[in-house]
């Protein structure tokens, strides 16, 4: 089976401008997370979305959104773009079958720079 | 809140040497234990798991045993190798709605195996 994949890899924008990006999960799976590393804040979870439906979220202000399509593929949108957005923007993917356990499988990112 | 702890590092170790990297949580109810690496420039790989009280996750020599009275859920292996070089993390999945499809990781450390 084809892994998650992100996109695009690298990604360069100045503040006040918004992204998408883009995560393609397992074939099969239907539940995609979100997550933004950074060196000071480490890992942290920004929203979960089942078909289509977002569960859940995390504490990330209102310029970070999401949506998932039928497909199950997902984007994340950040507008007006702050310099402390730049970071490793992550993808997970999951069955979302069991909510217990919840074992993820990861995209390898997307690093946002904001100039 | 849930939330996971683990050990600082870096942590700097010869070939061949026993590794155990030491991660504690606070939890409500019976998470999921994993455990992460990330490789430089790519996205977390899942190397363990353990969903319930004494399960032993292992997996490529790495294991870690769900320690419900210590709540511990210690990584280790019993010789390293220098392709282990990495960031491990250790992260919980919480049960309930509030915890579906988020993962609460600890900081992450690093382990830098030399020959």
């Known amino acids: 089976k084809a892994g998650v994949t992100q996109t695009p890899r690298y990604l360069i924008k100045t503040r006040g401008q918004q992204v998408t990006l883009s995560c393609s999960p397992i074939?099969?799976?239907?539940?995609v997370s979100w997550y933004q590393q950074t060196p000071g804040q480490g890992l942290q979870f920004l929203f979960e979305?089942?078909?289509?439906?977002?569960?859940n979220k995390g504490n990330f202000p209102g310029r970070f959104s999401g949506r998932q399509f039928s497909n199950s593929r997902s984007e994340m949108n950040v507008s007006t773009l702050e310099l402390g957005d730049s970071a490793l923007y992550l993808c997970?993917?999951?069955?979302?079958?069991?909510?217990?356990?919840?074992?993820?499988?990861f995209g390898p990112g997307t690093r946002l720079t904001v100039l | 809140g849930n939330s996971v702890t683990q050990m600082e590092g870096p942590v700097t170790l010869s070939e061949e040497a026993f590794l155990t990297i030491n991660c504690t949580y606070t939890a409500t109810g019976y998470p999921s234990l994993f455990w992460y690496v990330q490789y430089p420039g790519e996205g977390l790989q899942l190397l363990l798991k353990a969903t319930k009280a004494d399960d032993k996750g292992s997996n490529k020599g790495f294991e870690a045993t769900y320690r419900k009275e210590t709540t511990s859920f210690h990584l280790e292996k019993g010789s390293v190798q220098v392709s282990d070089s990495a960031v491990y993390f250790c992260a919980l999945s919480g049960r309930g709605s509030s915890n579906t499809g988020k993962l609460i990781f600890g900081q992450g450390t690093t382990l830098q195996v030399k020959p």
């Open positions: 979305y089942f078909s289509e439906t977002q569960r």
């Open positions: 074939s099969g799976h239907r539940s």
């Open positions: 997970a993917s999951s069955p979302g079958r069991d909510r217990g356990i919840n074992e993820q499988f």
